[in-house]
C-alpha cells in the first residue's frame, strides 16, 4: 500500500513538474523578446552596483569593495530582477486573461505562481553566481565563511520578493501602474536594507526598525556567510556564524508566512472591473 502511495506521489510531482517548466519556457520567451524587461534585467542590476561601487564605499563599511559588490548585486537582482519583473508580467497576464484561462486547466494556483517566476529567478541566481566568480578571480575575494548561509540567504530572499511581486499586484492596476506601485518597496529596501551600507553604521533606534525591512535579513545572512560579518559589524567564523543567523532567519520567516498570507487574501486572478 505504501509502495503504491509513493508511487503515486511521485506521479503527481513529475507531472506538477513537467506543467511548470512548460510555462517557465513560455516565459522566458516572452521575457526575452521584452527589451525593457531584459534591460530592467540584465543591465540595470550592474549599473546601478557600479555606480555605487565607484564610490568608494568599501572604506566606510569596513567590507572589501569585492564582497560588497556581491552583497550589492544580490540584494539589486532581488528587487529589479525578481520583484519588479514579476510585478509587471503578473500584471500583465492577469490584465491579458493569461491568469484566467491558465485556472481553468490543469495548472494549479501554486503551478501558475512558480512557472510566471521561473525565467526572472534564473536569471537573478546566475547574475549572483557570475558576479561572486568574477569578484573571486578579478578581487580575490576569499572563500565563504559560511557558504550554506549565503544559499539560505539568497533562498528566502527569492521567495519572498516572488511573494511580494504578487501581493504588489493587489495596488497596481496595469503594467503602466507597476512603476509606480513598486516604488516604494524599492525604495525603503534600497536605502535601509544595509545592502549599500551596513545597518551597524546607523542609529540604535534606526537599525533596530530598519531589520524588519523585507531584505534586510536577506542582506544579512548574505554578508555573514561571504564575511562572518554580523549585523552588530563584528566579525565570526563558521562556527559562531549559525548562532547570529538565528534572528535574521527568523525575520526572513515571518516575512514568508506575511506574505504568503497576504497572497491569499489580496491576489487577484482577474482584471478589476
Partial sequence: MSAMVERATGSTMTRSLRRVRALARSELRMLLRNRTAMFTALVLPVMTVGALSSMDLGDDTGLSM????VTMLAGFALLYVVY????TAYVGRREDLVLKRL???????????????????????VQIVLTW??????FGLDA???????????????????????????????VEMAQVSALPVLFVCMIFSGMVVPTSNMPDLLQQIVQFVPLTPVIDLVRLGL?????????VGFGASFAEAAVP???????VYVGWWALRRWFRWEPRT
Fill in 103 to 125: 485556472r481553468v486547466g490543469e495548472l494549479t494556483d501554486a503551478e501558475i505562481l512558480t512557472g510566471t517566476a521561473v525565467p526572472s529567478v534564473l536569471v537573478a541566481i
Fill in 249 to 255: 532567519a527568523a525575520i526572513a520567516v515571518v516575512w
Fill in 66 to 69: 569585492a564582497s560588497l559588490t
Fill in 227 to 235: 564575511t562572518g560579518q554580523t549585523p552588530d559589524g563584528d566579525t
Fill in 84 to 87: 519588479y519583473n514579476l510585478v
Fill in 144 to 174: 565563504p565563511v559560511n557558504a550554506l548561509l549565503v544559499l539560505v540567504g539568497v533562498a528566502a530572499g527569492v521567495v519572498i520578493f516572488v511573494l511580494l511581486a504578487a501581493v504588489s499586484t493587489a495596488i497596481t492596476r496595469n
Fill in 133 to 138: 566568480a568574477v569578484a573571486s578571480i578579478a
